[in-house]
């Protein structure tokens, strides 16, 4: 069974600090998305993964395929980053239509 | 259009009624999804449409519970006597299904409170 572990659950931040969330998984991947959800719902994709690193602005998500593991890295955060991130991991003939979610860390950036 | 689009945005409706949510995915994306998301709550998984394979049903969470998809294109879930545990944010995800090309697109989401 493919799980997706996120972590932290939730974090506080202080304006312009670095920030890292975690995400695992068990089986492996055709690909990992890093998403994003504001407060008001909408979700937006963020990266897709399949290997190495990507890079867009002030974001930054990394993949190791042999450890199972992204991380995805805000730089010089900011209030507006507060928002909900999911990892979720694209699996071509895995289950509930090949994508497996995490649960989402909940960050906060506090000015 | 640009994006997926979903309607309506916002639905109030009585215990035991049914609705209907509509989905309009990215003009030519293969793949379709639907979630539901509770107040506070990560997404769960409803069902998955992928061109005309017949599609993964298994997130559907009773008989109430029911979709369909005109070839590739609009997706419409349907609620039948509604209860008050299905409210919930619906959100509908279209992608461009194959190898490495499976960006996804959220829409807006339907908001229903069943009272």
Known sequence: KNEVEQSPQNLTAQEGEFITINCSYSVGISALHWLQQHPGGGIVSLFMLSSGKKKHGRLIATINIQEKHSSLHITASHPRDSAVYICADLNYGGSQGNLIFGKGTKLSVKP | ?115
């Not at chain 2, 009585?14 to 998301?37: F, M």
């Not at chain 2, 997404?43 to 005109?70: C, H, M, V």
């Open chain 2, 1 to 115: 259009g640009a994006g997926v689009s979903q309607s309506p945005s916002n639905k109030v409706t009585e215990k035991g009624k049914d609705v209907e949510l509509r989905c309009d995915p990215i003009s030519g994306h293969t793949a379709l999804y639907w979630y539901r998301q509770r107040l506070g709550q990560g997404l769960e998984f409803l069902i998955y449409f992928q061109g005309n394979s017949a599609p993964d049903k298994s997130g559907l969470p009773s008989d109430r519970f029911s979709a369909e998809r005109t070839g590739e294109s609009v997706s419409t879930l349907t609620i039948q006597r509604t209860q008050q545990e299905d409210s919930a944010v619906y959100l509908c995800a279209s992608s461009l299904a194959g190898f490495n090309t499976g960006e996804l697109f959220f829409g807006e989401g339907s908001r229903l409170t069943v009272l």
